[in-house]
């Protein structure tokens, strides 16, 4: 099933002898590395093995939010909007952002509370953040049958669009003299002396001293090869849009559905509550190191097993440069959206605002999410191979947080001062007898 429209991205088409930096992945994350280092005049060559945001970074909901974020990510989401406000103007292309709310919705007293508790992170940084009910809430979401006992509101939070802007983003940083390649798996590090050297790529090796491998849901897939153990595994979520119809602007998320309004006048809509997890032989090598994160979000998983066992239970999980991966096995990660996810999702909706009645769908697709086991990014250089560097285990935040992500990864890369303190992203916080689990906030 084709996923979601991008907007047209022209590639280079010669590969350079020599960069200073090699990014790994197209996506929201790569794209904002790429540009970021690009205006620091580095010289930049951008990896995709597909084309510019195809996979998750097109797929997910469009929200640009800080709400409801775990608390280690807050500071960086603070920078990120800050960036957001200014990115059209940057990139010169529309991206879709516009500043329109979150509503989170609550059907107890007791998750009210905890939504009410989850303020306190908002507290230091002056951002606005409340508690609606009744007819605050009404006036907020017109026309709705919910039931409910109130909602956390933050009016800070926006929307932009998912098709539109890494493409935007990866195409400023090649006026700023990138080269972007689409269609080019990067398929292995070229290491001398024990640290980076370049890159082998299936069109031929490049030379470089950084590298930043920015894969999304192939980043462990990689860096296994390069003999690293990355924590990570996927997430199947379901997307539709609809056609235009007369809703709410403010984005909002309950028990059964997600919603936000889409710059075409039609409505993104997911399910609220559920994520497919894919039972993969990493399912099993990973297990110990996730069940915190199962059991912290147990209600909202449904695990399966199903053909995705088969296909990464063929993947080779080391290779030589000279064969043929993966990556160019499958240029686009294209999974096949949950029918009971669009059906449960799309009825809950129709209820809860009878105008959706009104509305067809139009398309629908899913998407891979890149989770790690506290379900925060790792953002960090590598210090058992030197010149490699991270950003990747997004666990579905990462396009709202994706443009200051990619600056911290360039601070991280130049040697500049930190955007934030980098240390909660920390890859070696895996090994190194950290507690590691998902911090909801309350």
């Known amino acids: 099933m084709p996923g979601p429209t991008l907007a047209h991205f022209e590639s280079d088409l010669r590969l350079p002898d020599r960069v200073d930096v090699v990014v790994i992945g197209g996506g929201i994350i790569g794209a904002s590395t790429a540009l970021e280092l690009a205006e620091r005049g580095l010289s930049v060559l951008l990896c995709e093995k597909g ?19 775990d608390p280690r990510e807050v500071p960086l989401m603070v920078e990120s909007m800050r960036i957001w406000e ?18 989170f919705c609550a059907g107890s007293e007791s998750y009210l509370a905890k939504l009410d508790r989850w303020r306190r992170h908002l507290a230091p940084h002056g951002i606005e953040s409340r508690i609606l009910r009744g007819r605050e809430f009404d006036a907020l979401m017109p026309g709705h049958k919910l039931r409910l006992k109130g909602a956390l509101y933050t009016p800070l939070d926006g929307r932009a669009e998912p098709q539109w802007a890494a493409p935007a983003i990866a195409e400023a940083a090649q006026r700023l003299g990138a080269t972007v390649m689409t269609s080019c ?3 292995s590090l070229d290491i001398a002396a024990g640290r980076v050297a370049g890159v082998i790529t299936e069109k031929g090796r490049v030379h470089c001293s950084a590298v ?7 980043s462990r897939l990689f860096a296994g090869n390069a003999g690293l153990n990355l924590p990570q595994l996927k997430v199947l979520n379901t997307v539709m849009r609809t056609t235009p119809v007369d809703g709410p602007d403010t984005a909002l998320w309950t028990d059964g559905f997600a919603f936000r309004k889409r710059a ?21 090598r990973l297990g110990l190191t996730f069940l915190p994160a199962y059991l912290d979000d147990w209600r909202s998983l449904r695990f399966r097993l199903s053909g995705r066992w088969r296909v990464e239970a063929a993947q080779a999980r080391r ?3 000279d064969e043929m991966t993966a990556f160019e096995a499958c240029r686009i990660l294209d999974p096949a959206p949950s029918r009971r996810a669009l059906r449960a999702s799309w009825a809950a909706l129709g209820r809860a605002f009878p105008a959706f009645q009104k509305a067809d769908v139009v398309q629908s697709w899913a998407g891979m999410i890149d989770v790690t086991p506290d379900a925060i990014p790792v953002i960090s250089g590598i210090e058992s191979v030197p010149g490699f560097h991270i950003a990747t285990g997004f666990s579905g935040h990462g396009f709202g947080i994706g443009p200051a992500a990619g600056r911290l990864m360039a601070d991280l890369v130049s040697g500049t001062a930190p955007l934030v303190d980098p240390s909660d992203f920390r890859f070696s916080r895996f090994t190194d007898g950290s507690k590691v689990r998902p911090d909801s906030g309350y």
Not at 51 to 69: D, H, K, T
Not at 88 to 103: D, F, L, P, S
Not at 264 to 284: H, K, M, R, W
């Open 185 to 187: 798996a990067v398929r």
């Open 86 to 103: 200014e990115l059209e103007a940057r990139v010169g292309r529309k991206v879709g952002y516009r500043r329109t709310g979150i509503a």
């Open 319 to 321: 290779w030589r440069p």
């Open 51 to 69: 084309q510019i945001g195809a996979e998750q970074s097109s797929r997910n909901w469009g929200w640009v939010r800080i709400s409801r974020r």
């Open 264 to 284: 075409d006048g039609g409505y993104t809509v997911a399910s609220g509550d559920e994520n497919v997890v894919d039972l993969v032989p990493d399912s099993f």
């Open 212 to 218: 930043v491998l920015a894969g999304g849901a192939w």
